[in-house]
C-alpha cells in the first residue's frame, strides 16, 4: 500500500471520527441547555431550585468544550496567526504548516499523558453534589487529547502527502 493510499484510509477514519464527535458535541450541548433550562425553571417555580443543574451543566459543558477541539483540528478551525504564514512562499508555507501539525501532535500527547495522571488523581477527589469521583469529569482531558492529537496527526500525514484537503470536499451528514 502506498502512502497516499494509507493517507486517504487515514483521513476517511478521521472523517468518520468527526462526524461521531461532532454529534456527540452537538448532543452534550442539547443535554446542557435542558439541564439549564430545567435549572432556571426549578429556581423560578420554587424557592430552593434544583442544586444538581449547575454541577452537572459544568461537566456536560467542558466534555463538550474539549471535544470540540478536535472538530476545529479537523476542519482547521483552530485558532492560528496568518499574518506569518501569508507572507511565505508556498513551499515555506508548507514546511512550516507541517512543522506546527507536528509540533501540535506532540503537545496533545503530552496532554493526553497527563491527563491519565490527573484523571487517576480524580479517584481520590469527589464532586460537590452527587458525591461521585472526579474521574470522570477529569478524563475530558486525556480523552479529548487523544483525539485531537489523532485529527491533527491525520491533517499532518494528507498535508505531507498534499491530498486534496477535506474542508473542499463535500462530506455527506
Known amino acids: 500500500m502506498s502512502l497516499a493510499a494509507l493517507a486517504q484510509r487515514i483521513e476517511g477514519i478521521g472523517r468518520r471520527l468527526n462526524r461521531v464527535v461532532e454529534w456527540l458535541c452537538a448532543g452534550l450541548i442539547a443535554v446542557m441547555v435542558l439541564v439549564v433550562w430545567l435549572g432556571v425553571g426549578g429556581r423560578y417555580f420554587t424557592q430552593d431550585g434544583i442544586s444538581w443543574t449547575e454541577e452537572l451543566s459544568r461537566y456536560l459543558m467542558i466534555w463538550a468544550a474539549l471535544l470540540a477541539v478536535s472538530c476545529g483540528a479537523w476542519w482547521r478551525e ?12 508556498e513551499t515555506a508555507r508548507r514546511y512550516l504548516k507541517l512543522t506546527t501539525d507536528g509540533l501540535t501532535v506532540g503537545f496533545f500527547v503530552f496532554m493526553f499523558i497527563y491527563g491519565i495522571d490527573m484523571t487517576l488523581e480524580g479517584r481520590t477527589q469527589f464532586s460537590t453534589l452527587f458525591g461521585l469521583t472526579m474521574e470522570v469529569p477529569f478524563a475530558a482531558v486525556p480523552v479529548s487529547s487523544a483525539l485531537a492529537a ?7 500525514l494528507t498535508d505531507f502527502v498534499n ?3 477535506a474542508e473542499t470536499a463535500a462530506v455527506p451528514y
Open 163 to 165: 491530498l486534496p484537503r
Open 150 to 156: 489523532f485529527q491533527f496527526g491525520v491533517r499532518l
Open 78 to 89: 483552530h485558532v492560528g496567526l496568518d499574518l506569518i504564514p501569508s507572507r511565505l512562499p
